[in-house]
């Protein structure tokens, strides 16, 4: 047995089945290993290492377990870094594992000479390089073991000549007992102190006006937050990584929050007096109420985030749903109900014009029609994923999360090319369910050749991309909050339905709201893999729920300067919803 199957073997104990990652010479030896132990461990070879580590982050999302990928010596290890910060900011267990240059040539400027271990430090909880065979068993133990307990990435890399190293036991100094470690680790409680439930409870029971932030770490707990909503009378209001929270059809929520969420959320912020946050860090402090408005109690599974964001009374340090039942018995009824019922007459309007922009019959076709046709034809099973861009608004706003679903995107990263990798990994965890990835033609042409991934392995994956043929996020920030014209942001136009049937997928255009639900329906009956090619319009802003004064200034300044394309903006604007700011 050499390093590398102790390596492997490793993995396998701690229940690991699926890696994704792309061969190379640095890793030939943890290949070889993979390949003896294929019936046990599925590993899944992508086109890009990037995409590797994304996946490698949504499978831990969806799954709940540690994700694994892996990348060859130097530029395969340096590419992982994007799809690991991912990780890393979004709280997913991950475990990267990298090849190194040969042990007795390291920092001798040779080919593919990096020290990876150097690289990851920033990214890493936990990061060791594999000095001998004999050092991996206790060090994949504690890589893994880290990952999972602290919520982030662990990096382990390994020399070339390590990995195809016999062990031997006369290897092993005199302070390494061999397998003094194992695949078992400890769960805490995960519950608070008694005292600070019931400092808790007081809080939230004084208060007139509770609001509820409900997070990723409360996805798991839905159940407990609507009965703390009945109970409080309290709105709960969804961050993007905690839209499938509760399903939007629930008359507790009000939806998303900040720049892609609701105008009924952003009232609701602005008028609590009190403000319950379950497993959140929501980072647009600037949407949360001003410190001092309102009192908080927030529930964390991690101490460190307490306060982070919002000044609390009480931090309850536990996971969100043990610690909702916890406080359940401890909460009166809250008899005023009128904050509740102002949220959700608020929401019967915000429908409204969701229905009426989701319906708009102009031409180009509107990419608000996609989000509201596409919803309507998802499954309650469905794990649907956005990437970065105008698309995430279309998937935030326009795309109901129903019960039993799962959503995710990449959140505090807001990286742009995640939405494909995410997709993949959801359909490689979940092979019977319906998966949707809402992308657009920017960050899909990132990693474009992870469509042949998916054609590879026979995943029925729905690749809705929102072709506007220009980076439209990116125009409408420069424009709405620099008060620039739009410069360096159009895109040159891809067939992207030729595109799929090229490499052996199907592909569907749409471009009429007349005729997008018969076409969805036709693309989401075809077995295989589909890129949904719809044509929108790329005037169309999609701006936040709420425009302040200074964005309408910024606004009128860009058109002012000599945006190429005012006055098409704004006769597009005075037409949408966005007509407030021209």
């Known amino acids: 047995m050499d390093a590398s199957d102790v390596l492997v073997e490793r993995l396998i104990a701690w229940g690991v089945d699926t890696i994704f990652g792309l061969p190379g010479d640095g890793i030939n030896g943890v290949m070889e290993a993979l390949r003896k132990k294929q019936d046990k461990i599925n590993f899944i070879h992508v086109r890009h290492e990037e995409s590797a580590a994304f996946m490698a982050c949504a ?5 709940g377990k540690i994700g694994v990928c892996l990348a060859t010596s130097g530029p395969g290890g340096i590419h992982l870094l994007n799809g690991l910060y991912d990780a890393k900011l979004d709280g997913a267990p991950v475990l ?6 040969f042990t007795d040539v390291t920092g001798s400027f040779g080919q593919q000479d990096v020290q990876l271990d150097k690289v990851f430090i920033d990214v890493a909880v936990y990061n060791e390089r594999i000095m001998s065979p004999t050092h991996v068993e206790s060090t994949m133990d504690l890589a893994i073991r880290t990952a999972i307990t602290q919520r982030g990435v662990a990096h382990v890399t390994i020399p070339i000549d390590t990995q195809m190293m016999e062990v031997k036991s006369s290897q092993r100094s005199e302070r390494n007992v061999a397998h003094h470690s194992n695949a078992v680790y400890a769960i805490t409680g995960n519950k608070p102190i008694e005292g600070d439930l019931q400092a808790a409870s007081a809080v939230l029971n004084a208060g007139k006006r509770v609001a509820i932030l409900a997070g990723a770490g409360a996805l798991h707990a839905t159940e407990e937050l609507l009965q703390i909503a009945e109970l409080l009378g309290a709105p709960i209001v969804k961050p993007l990584l905690g839209k499938a929270t509760v399903p939007d059809d629930s008359p507790y929520t009000t939806g998303g929050i900040g720049l892609l969420g609701t105008a009924p959320s952003q009232n609701v912020m602005e008028n609590c007096d009190t403000l319950l946050m379950v497993g959140t860090s929501y980072p647009y402090m600037e949407y949360l109420p001003k410190p001092g408005d309102c009192k908080c109690v927030q529930i964390d599974a991690n101490a460190q985030r307490i ?10 340090v536990g996971d969100s749903k043990k610690t909702l039942r916890e406080l359940l018995p401890l909460l009166q009824r809250n008899e005023y109900r009128r904050f509740l019922e102002q949220a959700q007459s608020g929401m019967k309007d915000w429908n409204k014009i969701i229905e009426t922009e989701g319906t708009d019959s102009a031409s180009p076709m509107k ?11 998802t499954r309650e099973d469905a794990i649907i994923v956005s990437d970065s861009g105008t698309n995430t608004t279309v998937w935030a706003r326009y795309m109901q999360a129903k019960k039993g679903q799962k959503h ?3 959140g505090n990263l807001a990286t ?6 995410y997709a993949i990994a959801a359909q490689v965890a979940y092979p ?3 998966v949707i990835a809402v992308i657009g033609d920017g960050g899909f042409t990132m990693l474009m050749g992870e469509i042949i991934t998916a054609v590879t392995y026979k995943l029925p994956i729905k690749f809705v991309i929102i072709k506007n043929n220009t980076l439209g996020q990116i125009k409408w920030e420069q424009m709405v909050f620099e008060g620039n014209p739009e410069y360096q942001c159009d895109l040159l136009p891809i067939d992207f339905v030729s595109l799929a049937r090229s490499v052996g997928a199907e592909g569907v255009r749409i471009d009429d709201q007349k005729t997008a639900g018969a076409k969805f329906d036709e693309a989401l009956a075809i077995s295989g893999p589909v890129i949904i090619e719809c044509v929108v319009d790329p005037l169309t802003a999609m701006l936040p729920p709420k425009i302040t004064a200074k964005q309408a200034l910024k606004f009128t300044e860009a058109l002012a300067k000599g945006e190429p394309n005012r006055l098409r903006i704004a006769l597009t604007a005075a037409h949408d919803t966005v007509r407030q700011i021209v």
């Open 416 to 421: 742009m090319a995640g939405g494909m990798p």
């Open 367 to 377: 990419p608000q029609v996609v989000g509201y046709e596409l919803s309507k034809r």
């Open 408 to 410: 995710s995107c990449s």
């Open 432 to 434: 019977d369910r319906q």
């Open 59 to 63: 499978y831990a999302k969806f799954t």
């Open 96 to 101: 990267a594992i990298t090849g190194m240059q």
């Open 307 to 316: 306060s982070l964001r919002y000044p609390a009374e009480v931090g309850l």
